[in-house]
């Protein structure tokens, strides 16, 4: 990105940008990992317990159960890979959906406990999405190199 004082200078003359990848970046990639793995945790113990072929046939939050986790691991892979930081932000909703699905089941019960529990689960993929849309891992991901034809 050219500043008021490049517009004179050619653009080989331009310093290249920045290719580090930013700490945040990295601590938000992290967090979308690990923030994958209760949501994921969940889904495996559905399936084992037989969700995806219940008596009335498959129930559709299991689909959910499996695709949060995946969509969280794929938006942290990508921002690695300087490909997106936005699909890790919006790979949280999905999650999100589950943790409210949770506590809203928690709290139909009569032993329902503490439904402020489930949403530990938003932890760390609420840190991930604010990680990866800070400014400067933002201006990471867009200076990356294209690829010519």
């Keep these: 990105m050219a500043t008021p004082r490049d517009r004179g200078?050619?653009?080989?003359?331009?310093?290249?940008?920045?290719?580090?990848?930013?700490?945040?970046?990295?601590?938000?990639?992290?967090?979308?990992?690990?923030?994958a793995?209760?949501?994921a945790f969940l889904a495996v113990i559905a399936v084992a317990l037989g969700g995806l072929s219940a008596?009335?046939?498959?129930?559709?939050?299991?689909?959910?159960?499996?695709?949060?986790?995946?969509?969280?691991?794929?938006?942290?892979?990508?921002?690695?890979a300087r490909r997106s930081w936005l699909f890790l932000v919006l790979a949280v909703v999905p999650v999100a959906a589950l943790a409210g699905a949770v506590v809203w089941a928690a709290t139909g019960t009569e032993d329902?406990?503490?439904?402020?529990?489930p949403l530990?689960?938003?932890?760390?993929?609420?840190?991930?999405?604010?990680?990866?849309?800070?400014?400067?891992?933002?201006?990471?991901?867009a200076a990356r190199p294209r690829r010519t034809r």
């Design 37 to 39: 793995l209760p949501p």
């Design 55 to 80: 008596d009335a046939g498959p129930d559709p939050w299991t689909y959910l159960l499996l695709l949060a986790p995946l969509l969280q691991v794929w938006g942290a892979v990508w921002l690695l």
């Design 9 to 35: 200078r050619p653009a080989a003359d331009l310093p290249p940008p920045d290719s580090r990848i930013p700490p945040l970046g990295i601590v938000a990639a992290v967090l979308g990992l690990v923030g």
């Design 120 to 141: 530990l689960l938003l932890v760390a993929p609420l840190l991930a999405a604010v990680l990866a849309a800070t400014p400067r891992v933002r201006r990471w991901v």
């Design 112 to 117: 329902a406990g503490n439904a402020a529990l």
